[in-house]
């Protein structure tokens, strides 16, 4: 924390450790915070406590196989358009079995050469739709050697793109999930009459899939993937 703290000197940062003791330093622009991140609960309970989107996070926890998952599968959606995920250490779990004690047979650095080559990914720790919103985010995946011989780094740069969720029920026991991806690009002129032409088409789009779906249930879950482009005052 005290690196980043000079190294980026106009920054607000966040720690996570989960030994209270360790925490050295404060600062009216560091915050740390005492955590588990080990536990899925108490990661999703962190982002729904911290509400923040980030333009750098950093994985140099526990390095062990379900831990690095965990924390890419609930982190990265907390990253600002086209911020940066790292994983430091990202080999450990396959080189060190002390970091891979339940022998798991799919770690974050396959998730992610997966994800690269587009292959079908498969996971206990992470759901299909998880997954298909991470491969959907996700810009550039670039592999580095660390420092040390047996040591390697990743850095997963998000997509720029808008993601809205809108959950509607129909009745007490249906609902319907509707995306909107529009097209990605590096810096993207969004100008006011194009969001308000994005808002009402994503009207129509609700209007239209409650029209053609009025019976979707909520416990089969179905999933739209509209482009902008479709939407034509």
Known sequence: LASFYFY????NLIGVDNNPFRIRYKSNRVRVIYADISSNTILKNLSYHLNKKF?????DCSHKLIDQILCFKENFKNLKNNGIYVVEDLNFPEIHPMYNPTKETTDLKMILKQIQRK????SKLILDSEIEL????IKEINFYKGIGENSEIVFIKKKWCIFVYF???FSKNSSFLLRIIPPVAENPPIEPSDLITLWHGIAKGILFC????????GDNLN??????????L
């Open 8 to 11: 980026f000197p106009k920054s």
């Open 134 to 137: 991470i491969k959907d985010s």
């Open 55 to 59: 333009d750098l996070i950093i994985d």
């Open 119 to 122: 292959d079908k990914i498969s």
């Open 223 to 232: 999933f739209f993937a509209i482009s902008p482009y479709d939407f034509v």
């Open 210 to 217: 409650a029209h053609i779906f009025p019976t979707c249930r």
């Open 167 to 169: 959950l509607k029920e």
